[in-house]
């Protein structure tokens, strides 16, 4: 299994916008992933409901894992993307 930790970019956490940013791009990348806090339950990282009901806050510590096929490059693609805080999907994802 593929895994990244990478503590969360956006000053207000997984909230709204960047929830929105996370997921799409999540969707986009074509590989199921999951998203947890570092000593919580994985959710599916797709589901809107599921990213924000994890109440990542800002600075917080989050994995991200997958098992599927291609899943170190767009492993690589979200946690860069959470870390940074980005406030715009990169034409990468």
């Known amino acids: 299994m593929a895994e990244r930790r990478v503590n969360v ?11 929105s940013i996370f997921v799409r791009a999540a969707t986009a990348s074509g ?3 999951t ?6 339950t994985p959710v599916n990282a797709a589901s809107m409901l599921a990213v ?3 109440g990542a806050q800002g ?4 994995v991200l894992a997958s098992e599927a096929d291609g ?8 946690a860069k993307l959470v ?3 980005l ?3 990169p034409e990468t994802v």
């Open 35 to 40: 998203i947890a806090k570092s000593d919580g």
């Open 87 to 89: 406030n715009e999907l």
């Open 83 to 85: 870390a940074e805080g």
């Open 31 to 33: 590989v199921p992933v």
């Open 59 to 62: 600075g917080e510590e989050i």
């Open 9 to 19: 970019g956006w000053a207000e956490g997984l909230h709204a916008r960047p929830a």
């Open 71 to 78: 899943a170190e490059a767009a492993l690589d693609r979200l």
């Open 52 to 54: 924000l009901g994890l």
